[in-house]
């Protein structure tokens, strides 16, 4: 499920992330803890250990005062660390007593106060002191190499626990993250054992609380594309279904004039029928990708190509378009259109809309009908309305208009009942409102399309 | 044989008119449910087609309303509703054959003659009558295993006879079985295509029933 795309900072595992995090912070804190132990070891044991420096030089002075001059004393060196520390007693100048490990020269220039000296190659941290009557003077020294092993030791013990737990820690981190990652984990497997054309919703048992909203979500892209797929597959299906007579027309007219041997008059008259069958064909074609375009727009926003568009010329185009065949039917077709009603909306889609209704008139109403047209501007919309004279509808039939493919019953005229998903769907798009009843004025059946009004131009 | 057709389709319901004549069936044309339920019930039709989404009244409340009221006239579905669960409908609804379209002319033919077959209880395509033999798939008759031309009507009127084998058809019955809308009968018209008949095979091949009709017997021997 791993997806780098190119060009991108490949995604490191949300468990190598958390892990690597979790152990840096870790480690940092530790480290800053070590950082603090080591200056606070160093001060207090410098404290410590200069309080003892500074208490045998007092020693020393003490004692010098009570012992006579007995010329140089060399202390003995009595334990293994005395060799660490050292102390230099002069008395008027003259060494009198020192350590094993001291030499004849004063230890430091400093004659009172700890100060740190370079002997030989050490480093030494020497306490100088005087007497009352400054006739003694005293230096104690400790290497401060024995200081700073001290506090290695110290922070050794600090430290090696650290080195040792790290990657235990390292080892119980993954661990934990891998347990807490488990949702996610069972989530993704779920995921990606699916099948394709499977939309129905994931359900994860004990799901935390912060994985809800994300499979809450999925869940709900889960839903529409289910809702999508299955108009998709009903519209397939009965496009097919719908196809199927016009083919069959086609076929039966095919073999009709086939077999109609030395008849010619058959043989044209199936040929004839043929052509229109394809052209009914092609028109039904029209209609469906029309309908299947105007499905996949979407409805909130307005088409792209939307303008402001006059709907009284659009009505005055489509009546004219459509005048021959209501004549031909002897059919009235009036349009009252006085004023222009600007609307907006895509002006191909409008036209499509308006022909469909006028069309519907002309072809559901019988012989002699009346068809009026009407542009109407009023308070807030620009209405328009197709009335005819013909049988109208009943309540049922007018709640089931626009379902796709549904015919009223009781028509001569074949439609394939995609005209009023066009027109509805068309409606919808352009933030239209569709009304059928029936008409006051002409008994037949009355459609208003309500357009939120742009006022007149 | 006189079949009903009840298809709403214009250019497919005139396709199939012109195409079932070629094959020489009689067809009557109803373009709706009404119409259709009229005409199946009063005329006697060796079958029908019956489309399923007719206006005025959906195919199937036509076929349930005809075999509530006892009218068995074959019934071959014609229809664009290919779904399993609406042939299984239209098949225990009563009707005898469910046929998605689009179809070919010729098999819509040979499932017609199934149908007609079936409903006299014929097993086989060819009918007998002694030494009479008819195929209509072929539209040819053959008397004695030699060939007989006979004209369409003349065909048609055989067929009949020798579908309702050993019984009475009166010359109603014939006329309603061979003449579809708008053919001008003269009222000896049976009579000139029985006495035809007569001649071209053999005068004791059918036989008067004074004040009934005609039969043709199954085992009938021709001297």
């Known amino acids: ?457 | 044989m006189r079949i009903l057709l009840a298809e709403d389709d214009p250019i497919l319901g005139d396709g199939l008119r012109a195409g079932l004549r070629q094959l020489g069936f009689q067809v009557d044309w109803v373009r709706d449910g009404v119409a259709a339920e009229r005409e199946l019930s009063s005329a006697d039709y060796a079958a029908a087609v019956l489309d399923l989404g007719l206006p005025m009244k959906d195919g199937l409340d036509v076929l349930q309303a005809l075999r509530a009221r006892k009218i068995a006239t074959p019934v071959l579905v014609l229809t664009a509703r290919d779904a399993v669960p609406d042939r299984i409908r239209g098949l225990d609804l009563g009707a005898d054959d469910y046929v998605v379209k689009p179809v070919d002319l010729h098999e819509l033919g040979a499932r017609l003659r199934s149908l007609v077959r079936r409903a006299h209880g014929q097993m086989q395509d060819t009918l007998r009558c002694g030494e009479v033999l008819l195929e209509p798939s072929a539209r040819r008759v053959s008397l004695k295993g030699e060939a007989v031309l006979l004209s369409t009507r003349e065909f048609d009127l055989l067929h009949v006879l020798m579908l309702h084998a050993d019984r009475v058809m009166s010359r109603e019955q014939l006329e309603q079985q061979l003449y579809s809308w708008g053919c001008e009968v003269d009222s000896n018209a049976i009579e000139v295509h029985i006495h035809h008949l007569r001649r071209k095979l053999h005068p004791d091949v059918i036989q008067t029933v004074r004040g009934v009709g005609y039969t043709m017997l199954r085992t009938q021997v021709l001297a």
Request: glycine share 6%; aromatic share 4%.
């Open chain 1, 1 to 457: 499920m791993t997806q780098v795309q190119p060009g991108q900072a490949p995604l490191k595992s949300l468990q190598t992330r958390l892990l690597v995090l979790l152990l840096g912070l870790v480690t940092l804190v530790w480290l800053a803890a070590a950082v603090l132990t080591w200056f606070n070891a160093r001060h207090e044991l410098d404290e410590l250990l200069d309080g003892h420096l500074a208490q045998a030089a007092a020693l020393l002075v003490a004692q010098q005062n009570t012992v006579e001059d007995e010329g140089m004393i060399d202390a003995p060196s009595l334990h293994k660390y005395a060799p660490r520390v050292v102390f230099q007693v002069f008395h008027e100048d003259k060494l009198v007593m020192r350590s094993a490990n001291a030499e004849l020269q004063a230890m430091s220039s400093t004659t009172r106060g700890f100060s740190t000296v370079r002997l030989h190659h050490d480093k030494w941290r020497v306490f100088a002191t005087q007497g009352a009557q400054n006739d003694v003077q005293v230096f104690v020294g400790e290497k401060i190499a024995s200081r700073s092993a001290i506090l290695w030791a110290v922070m050794q013990s600090v430290l090696l626990p650290l080195l040792i737990n790290l990657p235990l820690l390292a080892l119980a981190g993954w661990w934990a993250v891998r347990q807490g990652l488990a949702p996610l984990r069972k989530l993704s497997l779920q995921l990606s054992q699916r099948q394709p054309q499977a939309l129905e919703p994931v359900v994860l048992t004990a799901m935390p609380s912060e994985m809800r909203p994300m499979v809450d979500s999925l869940n709900g892209l889960f839903e529409r594309i289910e809702v999508m797929v299955a108009s998709e597959r009903r519209f397939t299906a009965d496009a097919a279904h719908e196809l199927r007579t016009p083919i069959a027309g086609i076929r039966a007219q095919v073999q009709v004039a086939l077999g109609a041997g030395t008849d010619d008059a058959q043989r044209q008259h199936a040929l004839q029928a043929t052509l229109a069958g394809c052209d009914r064909a092609t028109r039904l074609v029209e209609q469906l990708l029309t309908l299947a375009r105007l499905e996949t727009a979407p409805t909130a926003s307005a088409p792209t190509s939307a303008t402001a568009l006059d709907l009284s010329a659009v009505a005055r185009r489509v009546a004219a378009d459509l005048a021959p065949m209501a004549l031909t039917r002897h059919q009235t077709l009036t349009l009252d259109a006085p004023a222009p009603c600007t609307i907006v909306g895509n002006d191909l889609l409008i036209g499509v809309l308006v022909r469909n209704l006028i069309d519907n008139a002309i072809h559901y109403s019988p012989e002699g009908a009346c068809i009026q047209v009407n542009v109407a501007l009023d308070a807030t919309h620009v209405v328009l309305q197709v009335q005819d004279s013909g049988p109208g509808m009943t309540e049922p039939e007018m709640a089931r208009l626009g379902e796709r493919f549904f015919r009223v019953l009781g028509h001569a005229h074949p439609g394939s009942g995609l005209g009023w998903s066009i027109v509805k769907r068309i409606a919808a798009v352009s933030g239209a409102q569709v009304q059928v009843s029936r008409s006051e004025l002409l008994g037949g059946l009355a459609v208003s399309v309500r357009w939120p009004g742009q006022g007149s131009a």
